[in-house]
Structure formats: C-alpha cells, structure tokens
C-alpha cells in the first residue's frame, strides 16, 4: 500500500471500538486530490469481525473538497478496510485501499512509543559520545533512549546535558549496565535515579549487605550459587529503590562457547521473578535473540506472563546491524518515565526486529503484536520521517550549527501534534 503512504493521508487513524467516527481520506497532491463533488464508490471490510450481513459494504461517497469524508461504526478492536475507486464515464478505476484501527478504550488511551533501553557509547566498549548515540537515534525513530554502558551511570546524564540548551522531543532517560562484582549476569538500571554500579565502590558494605542476604535467602536449590543469586536480587531491589527498570539482559548471549547464565540460573530467575523486565531481543546473534524468543514463548504456554523489552545493545551506530533494529515498542498513555516503566510491568509493550530490507518481526502478546504490525505499516512512516529531520537537526546542533537550535525549537512537539490528528 505504498502509493496510498506517498499520495493520501487518513484521519484518524486509530478510533475507538464500537462507536460511530468520521474518517478522512485527503489526497495530498495535484494528481491525488479527489475531485470536489465527484462520486467514489467505497468498499468496506472489517477485517476479524465480519458476518455474512457486514464482511463486506459498498457505498457511494461524493468528494468534498480534495477529500472523502466517511462516517462509519467501528464494530470492536480490528482493522478496517476501505478500497476507494472512481466511477468516473461509467468506468471504475481503483484509487487506494485505506487502513483504519479501532481500539478498546484501555488500549485506546495508550500511544505507541519506541525505544531502546540498552546502548553503549565509547564510556564503555562503544564508540561514539552520548550526544551522538542519542541524535542518531532519533535519526532511527525512537522516541526514548537510555544509554547503560558498562559500570557507568554518568553517560546517560552526559547525553541528557548535551540538549539542555535546546528543545528536542527525544526523551532521553538515565541508565547504566550494572555488573555486580564477580557475578556473570547482566543488568540494566533502566531510568533509576541513582547508579547501582557505584554502590559497589564501598566493597566492604557491599559484601555484608550480600552476606546478610544470603542468610535471609537460606539454603538454594542444588546448582544455583547462592552469591550470584543474592547479589542479583539486590541489585533489582535497588533499581526498583531508585525508581527505575530492571532488565534482566541476554541470557542466551554466547560468551566462551557457552551462555550468559547457565540454564538453570535462568529458570530459577524466570520462577523467581526479581527483574522487572525480560530481554527479549538484544544486540546479540539472530541464533542468540531466536532462543531467547522461543524460551519466552514457552513461559508463556505456562501460563507466566513475562513483561518484554526489546533492545539494540548498540556499541556504534553505523557498524552493525542492531542498532534501530531491535527495540521495544511501549504503549503507554504518556511519554513519561513512570509511564513507561508501568507499562512495560503492565505487559504493554513488544520487542521488535526490523532488520534493514527484511520485513519487520514483532514479539509480544498477541492482540498487541496485531497492532503493532498496523502501526508499523501506518503510522510509523509518518512517525519516522519527523524523527529523521529532527536527528539530524540534532546532528547539526553537536556538531556546531547554532541555528539547528532555532530549528529545533520551532518543530518542537511535532510528533505530539501528529499524535493528535491521528487517534480519535
Ligand atoms: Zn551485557
Ligand atoms: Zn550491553
């Protein structure tokens, strides 16, 4: 459906279930327009809800202005089809087929926003500084970033400090990759207000509030160290203390022929729960990211919901496939820390594979991944263009061009605004 993208624009295009809304179909250009009182016939098709009385409806609209205007109910949460075509000699000749989503009110309530909650910059084992990672992120469409290097919190304020000066719609959180001494497992403090990492300096304190831990805890199951579990379960305890989001990271990332946590440490944690949010897509190997995906899809068959995000562990933005490619989608009613978080605890939010030339895997539960895949197709490539020209405004502001900040400035809050025309 490319030439509709290109030549039309419909409003809105996410309306509530079960109610009566007016759609618009605009053609944007000279050879688009449709033609002021002209007749289009018009084809409806509910796409999951149909019976024999409504699987499929034509009607015959006259264009007002350069658009067609069409009060319809939309019957449930689904998508919805409306193939347009001209009647004109007497002839039919097809113009567009139009996607239109309806949503429960929960949902409905919600906005789609992308992110990545795991990314390194040359603090750590990546290349670029934070102000850089965090443009060209935007460049790829995110509306949310956190920066987690290893062992450090500071980069992710760096980056925030590089933009204080200027307005930019890019919400750029706190973060760090936390390493708990001598343990193996891998932890983003997603948003905390406070580092977890440098808890660890008084290493004195550290190991008794551990010790004193593992007293609590008693004796584990056979196979599973009692430190690392301890000094795990901490550290998400301090993350939530912070206020932030606890990310169990790449479990199955192959590191000296063999995972990042052996599998029954995993299956200890996924029974105990101490993380708030699963990696489920990371910037580790299609091999890596695939069993992750089938291991919490059978915790799911379990009937164990398990809260997901997807992320690119990026460690440079142009030298390999990851980075924009695998991020969560979060539907939350704002684009606030807190809202974020809960969502993703509340189950709101798929991890995404959109590798460059293939089309776009979504993971998650169902209902979401559907619209999702909708939101992909429809929305994001508004969503994105509006991205690409501020990253790149970002670009020009770090890079030096003063005048990139007056730019940025006056196109503040223009995905908001896009928002706003395209939910009912
Ligand atoms: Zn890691
Ligand atoms: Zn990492």
Redesign the pocket.
Known sequence: MEREHEYFQVFPLVVPADKTTTITIRGLYEHSRFEHDAEYEVTYYPKEYWTDDNKQTKLVVKAKEDSLVIPHYFTGEQEHYFVVASRANGEKHHIGTFSVYSLLPGLFARRPYKGDLHMHTHYSDGIESPAYVAACSRKVGLDFVAITDHHKYTPSLEAQAAYSNVKVDLCMFPGE?VHPPECFT?IVNFGGNFSVNDLFQDRKWYRQEIDSLMQELGPMPAGIEPYEYASILWCFDKIREAKGLGIF??PHWVWDNRFNVPQPFLEYILEKRPFDAFELLGGITPEDNNLQVAYYHEQRAKGEPVPIVGVS?SHGCHFRDHFGATYTMVFSPVLELQDIIESIKDLYSVAIEAIPGENPRVYGPFRLVKYARFLLREYAPLHDRLCIAEGNHMLDYISGNKEAADWLAASQGQVRRLMDMLWA
């Open positions: 990759e891998h990271c790449h562990d």
